[in-house]
């Protein structure tokens, strides 16, 4: 039985970029690097991209079931997960930690990618089959960050 919907999936990966894009703020703020600043701030201009452009799919999809036991319960269910497995908002200076150079804060984004990826390619499991397509938008456009955060990672280590 598919429980979730394009439509609240869309919420949530919109949920998904705007805790990035806090996250990405908070950590320019904790370092002084600048180089370590500006990706950090380039990171942050990227997640909103996503979040508009996740913006705009979501005013396309129609809701198309209700399995709430109450309005909003499964959104809510994602979002919890979200905001405390993909940007740990609440530790973000425990994540800036164990960031010690640009590489490992290139790193840390590389990976909230591919745990993004890994959450959207299991969220279509309870996603109707006919709104696959919506996702793969969805994972599409986060595969794209992935790729060009580690070009990114290596062409700096090339250089260096």
Do not use: C, W
């Amino acid at each position: 039985m598919k429980i979730f919907d394009a439509k609240e999936i869309f919420q949530i990966a919109i949920r998904i970029e705007e805790n990035g894009e806090k996250f990405y703020h908070e950590a320019v703020k904790l370092t002084d690097d600048i180089t370590t600043k500006g990706i950090f701030k380039l990171l942050a201009e990227e997640e909103k991209k996503h979040k508009d452009v996740f913006s705009r799919l979501l005013s396309s999809v129609t809701k198309d079931i209700d399995f709430d036991s109450y309005p909003g319960e499964y959104i809510d269910y994602l979002q919890t997960y979200v905001n405390s497995t993909i940007f740990k908002l609440d530790k973000v200076e425990e994540e800036m930690s164990k960031i010690k150079d640009l590489y490992s804060g290139l790193d840390f984004a590389i990976q909230r990618e591919l745990d993004s990826i890994l959450y959207y390619q299991e969220i279509k499991r309870v996603v109707p089959e006919n709104q696959h397509a919506k996702l793969d938008i969805i994972i599409d456009e986060e595969r794209k960050h992935y790729k060009e955060l580690t070009e990114l990672r290596n062409e700096l280590q090339e250089g260096a």
